[in-house]
């Protein structure tokens, strides 16, 4: 804008309307008491923001807890558990391209909106534990199967009858009737990721029309910082809730070591989405501008990033107007060489990401953990990590106002710094030599005799042995994959708890103790989280900026839009194909595999570390240097667009756009009150 902008008259006249209280107050149509304007307030609102998105993430994150349960209650094997979870970012893809454009004028309702279909979504899956039936124990006398012995069944020694019987009535079939009920997760998968859609574009740019940029930084690291709290908490939460039966009132004689246990899983679904229902209505009462965005409006002019004109346009359009404008903002934002290098970069970025879910099952592979020990660790660094970079890195806009291609530039090389200490993982406990894995029985007895291990050898050829279920032992040096791939044909027991095994014909010592050999390297393991954790620090200190750069790198009209192309493109290259590409990595050093009674083959037991941690952590370095690469090019991009020397007839159409505005803020004041603003 020039430099003659009379920023008085923007501070006293009316520049959308304040006289429709339709705009700028809270409330449902005419419905707009006075009472609620104390809490019409940027703080206020972002904490309500935030308090929903806490909720929203625990409703998502409940789902990978309770994944077990739910494949056992209703029949669900791998694939079909995973197309549940790619069914929220199919939606998710396909409902942000559409509706990006629609949130623009009305951002505030489509956030509501999105919160109340998030809630049906949940409810769906969670109404089927009405329908569904539950295992019912066939005795209670404390054996599994009345024609076994507690021993042969409870320790799976050699010479064991195996058999599929587990102690259910599996003559009902519970599960496969249940299995019914399989389209109804799917569905409300699918509603999730269109619910989810709307906070996600027009929560950030709401925001950024409530902020300064010295405070949008503050703001939004805050909003992130609490939203991914509720990642963590939804895994204690559900925790929690598995502790009780899921009828509430549990069967005579079952008790949570059963067999027949299943765990309350709906009430981790069903809490969090009581919360979003409540606040869903709360967001909505916001206004489409609060009175603080005027200031915010003029700083923007002030600085040149927006004018009244493309405010007007983007609060003032009718579907009708969005629907037509979808065609031509498609255009102008793909025309934007700095943000298609941007969006590219966050493929990059998500691609790497994706390797974060299967963090819980590197750490417990690397370094003998189970899996409450794992999720405490790493909730613990990844809360540090996550919390310290974003209020850092939100602390530091507040101090230093950068212009956005400084911010770029920026978070270019904190992301490319961040890279190096992926290689962390590469730290971690010296792996187990595995009998009939790494090592064969033949040489185990007889180090002289050097043969091609398999996992049924001579000394267990008669014990009919099985990979359906894992339990490893270990006789001092070498770990088996189970008592009776050991060999081992007796029992110690002592008050009814196993000591040992004894007689195993696999082992120099004749005995083997349940569990791997080796203990956890807890120096190591310390070394290799702080060192990943200092990564996260660095990495997330730029994504407060990040943020704001996408709301600084289109026009103000397009903020919306580009927000909604962005998630979808990064959600379709990015986030889909993440968990397939790091899986299929993590399967191909597979070097067990679980093999059912029936010859189905289901999932890995055991792996080859050395490689597959090599290949898993180079493969998240080389995605990141991407990604950092076209962060870079954004960079360069946007620096050449920007210094680029205006022409003449450029600065003359300029000059007649500020006469257009300052005409605008004289005679227009009448001209938005024709249209319903509601």
């Not at 623009?104 to 309702?109: D, G, L, M, N, V």
């Not at 209670?140 to 076994?148: E, F, I, R, V």
């Not at 088996?480 to 708890?497: I, N, Q, R, T, W």
């Not at 195993?504 to 390297?521: D, I, M, N, R, W």
């Amino acid at each position: 804008m020039p430099d003659g902008t009379d920023y008085q008259k923007l501070d006293t006249h009316e520049s959308w309307d304040d006289t429709d209280r339709k705009i700028t107050q809270m409330g449902y149509l005419g419905w707009r008491p006075k009472y609620f304007e104390c809490l019409n307030k940027p703080a206020i609102f972002t904490t309500v923001f935030a308090i929903s998105n806490f909720f929203m993430v625990m409703s998502y994150g409940i789902l990978s807890m309770i994944l077990p349960t739910l494949e056992s209650v209703f029949n669900l094997n791998s694939k079909q558990t995973g197309v549940i979870l790619m069914a929220n970012d199919i939606s998710g893809t396909v409902a942000a391209l559409v509706i990006a454009n629609y949130c623009s004028a009305r951002k505030t309702r489509w956030i509501g909106v999105g919160m109340f279909i998030v809630v049906i979504a949940t409810i769906i899956p969670a109404s089927t534990t009405l329908f569904a039936e539950y295992p019912k124990p066939r005795n209670h006398t404390g054996a599994t199967n009345p024609t076994h012995t507690l021993e042969t069944v409870s320790y799976g020694v050699c010479n064991e009858t195996n058999g599929s019987d587990n102690g259910v009535d599996e003559s009902e079939g519970y599960a496969v009737r249940n299995h019914k009920y399989y389209w109804m997760f799917v569905f409300g998968a699918l509603l999730q990721g269109f619910g989810a859609a709307p906070p996600g574009i027009a929560g950030a740019t709401y925001m950024d029309e409530i902020f300064t940029q010295k405070q949008f930084g503050v703001a939004i690291s805050l909003l992130y910082v609490v939203s991914f709290i509720g990642y963590p908490v939804s895994m204690l939460t559900g925790a929690l809730f598995l502790q009780y039966y899921v009828t509430l009132d549990p069967p005579e004689g079952v008790t949570l070591q059963s067999k027949e246990w299943v765990g309350a899983w709906w009430m981790g679904m069903f809490f969090p989405a009581i919360a979003v229902f409540v606040l869903s209505f709360f967001v909505m009462l916001y206004p489409r501008q609060m009175p603080a965005a005027k200031k915010v409006l003029k700083d923007k002019i002030r600085r040149g990033i927006t004018t009244v004109l493309e405010k007007k346009e983007e609060l003032g359009r009718s579907l009708k107007e969005i629907t037509v404008d979808m065609i031509p903002a498609f255009k102008r934002v793909m025309k934007n060489k700095a943000l298609s290098c941007l969006i590219v970069g966050d493929i990059f970025l998500f691609l790497q990401v994706g390797a974060y879910s299967f963090y819980p099952k590197i750490y417990a592979l690397i370094f003998r953990l189970d899996s409450k020990q794992v999720g405490s660790i790493l909730g613990i660094t990844n809360i540090a990590g996550f919390g310290i970079g974003l209020i850092a890195g939100g602390l530091v806009m507040r101090w230093k106002e950068w212009h956005p291609k400084r911010l770029q530039l920026i978070y270019s090389i904190l992301t490319l710094a961040a890279t190096p200490f992926a290689l962390g993982m590469l730290l971690y406990c010296p792996a187990n030599t595995y009998g009939g894995v790494d090592i064969s029985y033949s040489q185990i007895l007889d180090s002289s005799q050097m043969r091609d291990p398999t996992l049924i050898g001579e000394c267990n050829s008669d014990c009919a042995c099985t990979t359906a279920f894992y339990q490893p032992v270990c006789d001092g040096n070498v770990t088996y994959f189970s008592p009776c791939h050991a060999g081992c044909m007796d029992v110690e027991l002592y008050d009814d708890k196993l000591i040992s095994y004894g007689n195993c014909s696999c082992t120099t010592t004749g005995s083997a103790s349940l569990g791997q050999c080796g203990k956890p390297c807890q120096i190591k393991m310390f070394i290799s989280l702080v060192i990943t954790t200092v990564g996260v620090v660095i990495s997330f200190s730029g994504y407060a900026a990040h943020a704001y750069i996408y709301n600084r790198i289109v026009r103000e009209v397009d903020r919306t839009f580009t927000q909604g192309i962005r998630s979808s493109v990064v959600r379709a290259l990015g986030t889909l194909p993440s968990p397939l590409l790091f899986g299929w990595v993590i399967d191909k050093f597979c070097t067990v595999w679980r093999v059912t009674d029936d010859g189905v083959t289901g999932n890995c037991w055991l792996y080859d570390i050395d490689r597959l941690l090599l290949w898993f952590t180079l493969l998240q370095v080389a995605m990141r240097v991407l990604s950092s690469l076209f962060y870079l090019l954004c960079w360069h991009t946007w620096a050449e667009e920007e210094e680029k020397p205006k022409s003449k007839i450029e600065a003359t159409d300029e000059k007649l756009e500020y006469k257009k505005i300052k005409d605008t803020f004289e005679n227009d004041n009448h001209k938005n009150g024709k249209e319903d603003m509601s």
